[in-house]
């Protein structure tokens, strides 16, 4: 039961931290020193990564209508022009999928070459910290010069392949340096790049989704599936908790970010990064 209700932390604090820009990877070192798994270290590496498939879900559910490319009757807003069943796809969505797919083969093709090596270089309290301070500053500093700057991109539709390029170009800094967040990296640099934050956020949202799938089932091959009935239980709570908060945090975001910047995100990155700092070089 003590395990169950650890998993639950975890889960909670996956939800959260995925999807704000705050770095899941910082508050994970932390939460592991306080909350320890009684569980093998393979088997924690696995859940770390694995219980994103709930946050992921949260995702689908709330943005299915944006995401899903086929149409349940042929009365669809952007039909291909065809007969038969090319008639129920929608073709504005289907190329938001292939600039996803654009967007993630950088941080895809580092991640399934080097991934081992840069986890080993730079998993580590000190560099987690630095990104975490670096990339606060970071969201102050572009929100301050964006205070009187009109976007140019204010839909999904208005994302070209080159800006799509460009955003899969900054999640590849957070698949290098861990402390960055995903969110946060790809988030950072669609404000650089005139993106509006409702978009920034949604095309941040869909491009987690084919990387945490391919990032979670390459953990779960390399683990692979001999769990304990508590393993299992952990990782499935795990999960589930993930979702629900998910769905929370990510409603509440797009709320937020109607009415304010993201400088609150960048000033708690750079308290957080301090505290990880202090409390490993006290350890």
């Not at 065809?82 to 292939?98: M, N, Q």
């Not at 799509?164 to 946060?184: C, Y």
């Not at 508590?230 to 993930?242: F, K, N, Q, R």
């Not at 910047?261 to 000033?267: C, L, N, T, Y």
Request: charged share 15%; net charge positive.
């Amino acid at each position: 039961m003590i395990e169950i209700i650890k998993a639950i932390i975890f889960g909670m604090v996956e939800g959260i931290t995925e999807w704000l820009p705050i770095s899941s990877t910082g508050h994970m070192i932390l939460l592991d020193e306080f909350v320890k798994l009684n569980v093998s270290e393979d088997f924690f590496e696995m859940f770390l990564v694995v219980i994103q498939l709930g946050a992921i879900l949260a995702v689908v559910v709330l943005f299915i209508k944006s995401i899903w490319p086929f149409a349940l009757s042929h009365r669809n807003p952007c039909p291909i022009k065809s007969t038969g069943i090319l008639s129920y796809c929608r073709k504005d969505i289907f190329e938001l999928w292939f600039k996803i797919i654009v967007a993630c083969v950088p941080a895809a093709v580092v991640g399934l070459l080097f991934d081992e090596f840069f986890e080993s270089l730079f998993y580590n309290s000190i560099c987690v910290s630095i990104a975490l301070i670096v990339f606060g500053i970071g969201f102050i500093i572009i929100e301050n010069r964006n205070k009187n700057f009109h976007t140019k991109i204010n839909s999904l539709s208005e994302i070209s392949y080159k800006t799509a390029l460009i955003i899969g170009l900054f999640q590849l800094i957070a698949a290098i340096f861990p402390g960055t967040s995903r969110s946060g990296a790809t988030i950072l640099g669609s404000l650089m790049i005139g993106v509006s934050r409702t978009v920034a956020c949604e095309f941040t949202f869909f491009l987690a989704i084919p990387v945490m799938l391919g990032a979670s089932m390459l953990k779960l091959i390399k683990f692979g599936l001999a769990f304990t009935g508590m393993e299992l239980a952990v990782l499935l709570v795990g999960m589930v908790t993930a979702f629900v908060v998910s769905i929370i945090v990510i409603r509440f975001l797009m709320n937020f970010i109607k009415k304010h910047d993201f400088k609150v995100f960048g000033w708690y990155r750079i308290m957080l990064g301090i505290v990880v700092l202090a409390y490993f070089a006290i350890m």
